[in-house]
């Protein structure tokens, strides 16, 4: 009776633990089940030859006790138990790498690749200058910046503030209008209660909002850089995307909905159904896992050799933020998507391809990623910004100035924006390599027309040229002045001379009237 009453007392102790670590627990799950995943072929050839090598044991003892005088097919055995060993092992240095070929394959599952243009997309701030905006706005707020994400269904940047301290939470959310044109600056700003919700991301003990979501749903990760903050009202409320494991010989991630963190009673609900979500309920880093898989869309030898897919440009204007960038479509749908330029595996710098990720979907499947064949073909983003320094040394680049993204905007266009951090310019627009050079045209922030550096046949920019430049023939074809202009044209010098002599004697006139 006293052993069982200790075994049961043990028991219900180690269940305590378990569930009072559950946060704890499901990341030692997740990453053991990441390893047993790559050692599970080798782990199965050492059991089988650790089998044999038993049986050959075994076999020599018996033949020992028997003594018999023909040793040959021991020693047999023993090669043969030698030779599997080898075998095995190389057999799990192969599952290490097959095995990453695998799971790229598993994340390539739902990826279309076309040659169909890029759905038109609409131009936002640059992320680097929302983010470089949100520390002046912030008044006397004494926390520091943990996340700035840009929400495409209110075409605003979201700033969360964690509170100073360790056994604290976020202090407030910061929500600001960031215009490409016009002098907006609309913003708002929610605060947490700080005494009924004090947990964060990566805070300590029972401060942590990784721990309260695994309270109400084991089994779930997510990345911190995925989670950002949105207003209700005054309320603010933390969106974290959330990602379960599926999977046995190959682990993946999937989607798991979202956790919502009412920063004003503390409460975290985690749902599925994420149509009411202001922002972005698809994991970005799940989005960049499928792009990056897209290494293995031929066969093993290419993805081994880098010889297929793409990867995101990583020069020029882009650095520091290079890929998913968020952005709307033009249409009415109200839908968005993480886009990103792609350049070829290897030296190739240039944009050949845009995928695109959607930022919302429904299910626990994978969200479909599209990858956009671009003919033509851009330059890389570092070349795009000499360019743009080269064509427009008018207006690039002085001071802070400096040229922001190169994002793609639907079609085979994209758009790099000209400014400072806290005022943006003029943007550049282009459409690829056309005829040898790459277009390009200026315009305001707005998105009026200044000029082109050369302008694409049949493009709308080449249309409006050619409409100013129609309109200012027209006085001169029909023989009038516009108004408020003289056509001297027709003048003969006998009335050029009295026109001059009628101009001097005005200005006489009025300098004697003092100037009136």
């Not at 994991?283 to 995101?312: I, K, M, N």
């Not at 890929?323 to 070829?344: I, K």
């Not at 030296?347 to 599209?370: D, E, F």
């Not at 707005?446 to 050619?466: F, K, M, V, W």
Request: net charge neutral; proline share 5%.
């Amino acid at each position: 009776m006293g052993r069982a009453l200790r075994w049961g007392t043990g028991i219900l102790l180690a269940g305590l633990a378990l569930w009072y670590g559950s946060y704890y627990t499901t990341i030692v799950v997740w990453e053991l089940r990441k390893l047993l995943a790559w050692l599970a072929a080798p782990l199965l050839v050492a059991v089988a030859a650790g089998a044999l090598w038993s049986a050959v044991r075994l076999l020599r003892g018996k033949a020992g006790r028997g003594k018999r005088r023909d040793g040959g097919g021991g020693v047999a055995v023993v090669a043969l138990a030698w030779a599997g060993g080898v075998l095995g092992l190389g057999i799990g240095i192969w599952w290490l790498v097959y095995g990453a070929y695998l799971q790229d394959r598993a994340y390539m599952q739902d990826v279309r690749i076309v040659s169909e243009p890029v759905p038109e997309l609409t131009p936002r701030a640059p992320y680097l200058v929302g983010k470089a905006q949100a520390a002046p706005h912030l008044g006397d707020v004494t926390g520091e910046i943990s996340d700035v994400t840009y929400l495409p269904d209110a075409d605003r940047f979201a700033t969360l503030v964690e509170r100073s301290g360790w056994l604290a939470g976020y202090e407030v959310g910061l929500v600001q209008e960031i215009p490409l044109g016009g002098n907006s600056r609309n913003q708002q700003r929610c605060a947490f209660d700080v005494d009924r919700a004090d947990a964060r991301i990566g805070g300590w003990f029972t401060h942590n909002l990784g721990r309260k979501i695994s309270a109400q749903k084991r089994g779930v990760r997510f990345e911190a850089s995925d989670a950002y903050v949105t207003c209700s009202g005054d309320t603010p409320i933390v969106v974290v995307p959330l990602k379960r494991q599926t999977g046995l010989f190959v682990v993946t991630e999937r989607p798991a909905g979202v956790a919502l963190y009412d920063g004003r009673t503390g409460k975290v609900t985690i749902t599925t159904d994420t149509t009411g979500v202001p922002g972005p309920s698809y994991p970005l880093s799940l989005a960049a896992r499928q792009r990056e898989a897209t290494a293995a869309v031929g066969g093993f030898s290419d993805w081994w050799f880098e010889r297929s897919g793409w990867d995101a440009s990583e020069d020029g204007a882009n650095e520091g933020n290079d890929s998913e960038f968020t952005l709307r479509y033009r249409d009415a749908s109200g839908n968005s998507a993480y886009v990103t330029p792609l350049t070829p595996q290897g030296q190739a710098s240039s944009v050949v391809a845009v995928s695109t990720v959607p930022t919302r979907h429904q299910g626990g499947g994978l969200a479909p990623l599209t990858v956009h064949r671009l003919d033509p073909t851009w330059s890389s983003p570092k070349a795009l910004v000499e360019l743009v320094k080269a064509e427009y040394r008018d207006v690039c680049c002085y001071n802070e100035d400096r040229v922001f993204e190169v994002v793609p905007t639907g079609g085979s266009t994209w758009t790099a924006t000209i400014g400072s951090e806290q005022n943006i310019r003029y943007r550049v627009e282009g459409r690829g390599q056309v005829g040898g050079r790459e277009a390009t045209c200026l315009k305001a922030a707005d998105g009026t027309l200044i000029r082109c550096a050369y302008a694409a046949p049949g493009s709308p920019e080449e249309a409006e040229l050619q409409r100013r430049e129609q309109e200012k023939q027209k006085p001169k074809e029909n023989g009038t002045a516009p108004p408020g202009q003289v056509d001297l044209g027709g003048y003969t010098p006998e009335q050029l001379a009295e026109l001059q002599k009628r101009l001097s004697d005005e200005f006489v006139r009025r300098l004697k009237n003092g100037g009136t």
